[in-house]
C-alpha cells in the first residue's frame, strides 16, 4: 500500500517564501517580519528531491519531452479529476501551456521555462499543486514583492476594502491615507476588478475566500519604483486619488502573515488557563516529536480536569509542518475527548485497469484513548493556516461532544496524497500534484475544496479588522462562559 503524503512540495531550496496561506489577522506583540514559507507543510524541494520523485524523473529529457511527460500521467491520475470545480479545462490547458514550453526550448531560456510551468500550477485551485524553481523562483519571487507602498487592505464581507495598517513614513502614509480608510480604485480600475487581476505565489489556494485574501496581500506587492494611483476615502472624509511609488518595504506584508505570531523555538503544544478561567490550548506542529505533542496535549487536559475547568479552547490556526514526521496519519488527539470511534476515510487513486479511481487500504478511523477527558463546552479555532495533516486532525476534534468550530475563515481546505504525483524535471525544477484523493465512507470528497465548516463564523467587518485584539479567540472565549 502507498505511504500517504499529507503534505506540500516546498517550492525552494535555499531560501523559504513569504507566501503566505492567508488567514486571520493576529495581532503581534513584537515585530518581526517573519520567514513566511508557500504552505503550512513542506518536503525538500528541488535541491533535495523526494524519494518518490525519482520514480517521475522527467530531467534529462528536453522541456518539451518533460512537460508532455508529466501532462499525461497529470491528465490521467489527477486526484480530483471528476470532481465539480476541480481539475482545469485539460485541453485547454495543454493549447496555451506547450506553445510557451516550446518558445522556452527554442530559446535555451530556463527562465520562460519556469514561468510557463507557473502559468500550468496556477491553473488549478489546489494548495498541494506545487513548483520549485531554485534560484530562478528566488530571484523572480523577490523583484516581484520587493517593494510596497506601506499599507496593506482587507476586503471586508460585504465586498467594502479596507486599509487596516500604514507603516509610519511610507508611501501610503505621506499621501495621508489612514486606517479604516475605505479603497475604492487602485491602478486605474476598481478596486475589486484590480484584486481579481492579482496573479500569486506559491501554491494555488484551494477556497475561493483564501485566493481572495491572497489577492488583496499580493496586490501591494511588486518591484521597486512601480507607480500606482490609489483612490480613497479616509473615515469622515471624502473621496479622493493619490500617486504612489513602491518603496522597499516589508512590513506591510508581513504584517497580514498567517505565519506572523508563529515561533519555530516554542513547543509544538502549549497551554494555558485564560483570565476568565477558560482553558487553551495551542497546536503549532502535528509532525514534531508526535510521542510528545500527545503528552503535552493530554498534560493539558489533566491539569485542566483537576482545575474543575469546564471549557477548553484548542487553537489549530496555524500549524506548520518541516519535517517528514508530516508525512504520518492523524495524531488522533480527539480520541483524548471521546470514547466513540469517528470514521476518517480511505485514499482512492487511478486504477488504468478498471479506467478510473478505486479504493485502497482500509477505512481510517481515530479510537478512543484509554484516557478520557470530559469538558461540557470545546471549541476549536481554525483558518486557512490549517491544512493537509493539520485539517484531518481538525476533522476528528469536531466530532468531539460539545465541539463548536470557530473562525473568520474554514481551514485551507488542501487535503491529499501527493506521493506519485513527484515530478523531476530540466534545469533542477520539481513540480508536484496530487494522485489520491481522501474520500469519506459516503464516498464523498473529505476536506478538500472546502475546508471545515465553521459553526461559528467571526465577520469580517470594519469591527474585527481594525482591532488589535484577537478577535476569533474573544469569540470562543465569550461563547464557552456564555456570554
Given amino acids: 500500500m502507498k505511504k500517504k503524503f499529507f503534505t506540500c512540495l516546498g517550492v525552494l ?13 493576529y495581532p503581534p506583540t513584537t515585530f518581526e517580519p517573519p520567514t513566511e514559507i508557500s504552505a503550512p507543510d513542506a518536503i525538500p524541494t528541488a535541491v533535495q528531491p523526494p524519494k518518490a520523485a525519482a520514480e517521475n524523473d522527467f530531467s534529462a529529457l528536453s522541456y518539451t519531452q518533460a512537460f508532455d511527460s508529466m501532462f499525461e500521467i497529470a491528465r490521467r491520475e489527477y486526484a480530483f479529476n471528476g470532481v ?6 485539460w485541453d485547454a490547458l495543454y493549447a496555451n501551456i506547450r506553445p510557451r514550453i516550446q518558445q522556452a526550448e527554442a530559446e535555451r531560456d530556463p527562465q520562460k521555462y519556469f514561468l510557463a510551468l507557473r502559468a500550468f500550477t496556477l491553473a488549478f485551485r489546489d494548495g498541494n499543486v506545487n513548483l520549485g524553481g531554485g534560484d530562478i523562483q528566488v530571484s523572480l519571487f523577490q523583484s516581484a514583492i520587493a517593494g510596497g507602498y506601506g499599507f496593506a487592505v482587507r476586503e471586508l464581507d460585504d465586498g467594502r476594502v479596507i486599509v487596516t495598517y500604514v507603516a509610519a513614513g511610507g508611501p501610503a502614509a505621506g499621501a495621508g491615507i489612514q486606517p479604516g ?20 505565489w506559491g501554491a494555488p489556494p484551494s477556497i475561493e475566500s483564501f485566493m481572495r485574501y491572497q489577492q488583496s496581500r499580493y ?26 511609488t513602491a518603496i522597499q518595504e516589508n512590513e506591510s506584508f508581513a504584517i497580514t502573515s498567517v505565519f506572523l505570531n508563529y515561533n519555530a523555538q516554542s513547543l509544538p503544544v502549549e497551554y494555558k488557563v485564560l483570565p476568565s478561567g477558560v482553558g487553551y490550548i495551542k497546536i503549532s506542529s502535528t509532525s514534531d516529536d508526535r510521542e510528545k505533542i500527545a503528552a503535552l496535549f493530554e498534560s493539558a487536559l489533566k491539569d485542566f480536569q483537576a482545575a474543575q475547568i469546564s471549557s477548553v479552547i484548542i487553537d489549530l490556526r496555524v500549524v506548520v509542518n518541516l519535517t517528514p514526521g508530516s508525512l504520518l496519519p492523524p495524531l488522533g488527539l480527539a480520541g483524548f475527548l471521546t470514547d ?3 470514521p476518517l476515510g480511505q485514499f482512492q487513486y487511478f486504477n488504468a485497469t478498471a479506467g478510473g479511481f478505486e479504493s485502497e487500504g482500509e477505512l481510517q478511523t481515530i479510537r478512543p484513548k484509554p484516557s478520557q477527558y470530559h469538558f461540557p463546552k470545546l471549541a476549536l479555532l481554525i483558518g486557512p493556516g490549517c491544512s493537509n495533516a493539520c485539517e484531518l486532525e481538525a476533522y476528528a476534534f469536531s466530532k468531539a461532544p460539545g465541539m463548536s468550530v470557530v473562525g473568520q475563515f474554514p481551514s485551507a481546505g488542501v487535503l491529499s496524497d501527493v506521493t506519485g504525483g513527484q515530478f523531476l524535471l530540466p534545469e533542477g525544477f520539481s513540480l508536484q500534484i496530487p494522485t489520491g484523493r481522501f474520500v469519506l465512507p459516503d464516498g464523498g470528497i473529505l476536506l478538500e475544496g472546502q475546508g471545515l465548516p465553521l459553526t461559528v463564523r467571526v465577520p469580517v467587518d470594519e469591527t474585527t479588522v481594525l482591532s488589535a485584539e484577537d478577535v476569533v479567540l474573544n469569540a470562543a472565549e465569550a461563547m464557552v462562559v456564555g456570554e
Avoid at 84 to 89: E, I, L, R, V
Avoid at 224 to 241: I, R
Fill in 13 to 25: 531550496g535555499t531560501i523559504s517564501l513569504l507566501l503566505a496561506s492567508c488567514a486571520t489577522n
Fill in 84 to 89: 465539480a470545480g476541480k481539475p482545469p479545462d
Fill in 181 to 200: 480608510a475605505q479603497v475604492t480604485g487602485f491602478g486605474g480600475q476598481p478596486i475589486s476588478s484590480a484584486l481579481e487581476a492579482v496573479s500569486i
Fill in 219 to 244: 496586490l501591494l506587492r511588486v518591484p521597486l519604483g512601480t507607480e500606482a494611483a490609489v483612490t480613497f476615502t479616509n473615515p469622515g472624509g471624502e473621496s479622493q486619488t493619490a500617486a504612489l
Fill in 340 to 342: 466513540q470511534v469517528i
